[in-house]
């Protein structure tokens, strides 16, 4: 198990939500914005599931649809697939 998803290592409490956000890529790449479901959040970041991997380190822009008034900038801490087509990743905010 990583480091990021030990509850026990945890420097902050996260809160259980469901959400659903948008994300684009903070580089300029071309690369499409996509769609991923939030399942909890803290100050310091939050995870998420995905249809699509996504790379560690990357940054992305989320748009909380709902759950913040802006967008919030997160780097991609881990991002394991959990089953066909789902991926779970981990987000730290910038």
Known sequence: ????????????????ILG?????YASDANEPAFEGIII?????GLGM????????GIGLKIYGNGLWE??????????????NDIYRAGLTFN
């Open 20 to 24: 659903h956000v948008s994300c684009l």
């Open 40 to 44: 909890d959040v803290s100050n310091a």
């Open 49 to 56: 599931f995905t249809y699509r991997p996504v790379t560690e």
């Open 70 to 83: 802006n967008s919030r900038h997160a780097t991609v801490k881990w991002c394991e697939k959990i089953a």
């Open 1 to 16: 198990m990583k480091a990021g998803k030990d509850e026990n290592v945890r420097k902050e409490f996260r809160e259980l």
